[in-house]
């Protein structure tokens, strides 16, 4: 399995864990899109972990709407673990999406009223 080297994976007990300001910092701090991965629905190992990360998910999607960085910068899938290849897949087709889409509104803007603190590549 290969995927874009770009690509920085941040693990988690369960995505149920991911709260809206872990979404909307991630943004912050120059990611210009984020996918987040959970287990199949009604698969969760912490019960319904992964139906809180996508109503929290679909709200952070409005957010990024509303202040014109845009919603399609934000996934979220559901995958067991023994789909490595589909993994693999979704994080390629979603990499091109943004490469498309380019750098996030919100890296340009911080970009150029502070100057580049960090070269952020897509």
Known sequence: MQYPPNVRIIEVPCTGKVDVMHLLMAFEYG???????????GD????????????????????????????????????????????????????EKIMELGPSPIRVATCKATGPIAEVTT
């Open 44 to 95: 969760c190992h912490y019960s319904a972990g992964n139906l809180y990360a996508k109503k929290r998910v679909n709200r952070v999607k409005e957010i990024l709407d509303k202040v014109g960085v845009g919603g399609e910068r934000l996934a979220m899938y559901n995958l067991s673990s023994g789909m490595g290849g589909r993994f693999a897949e979704i994080v390629r087709e979603i990499t």
């Open 31 to 41: 990611a210009d899109g984020v996918i987040v991965v959970g287990c199949l629905e």
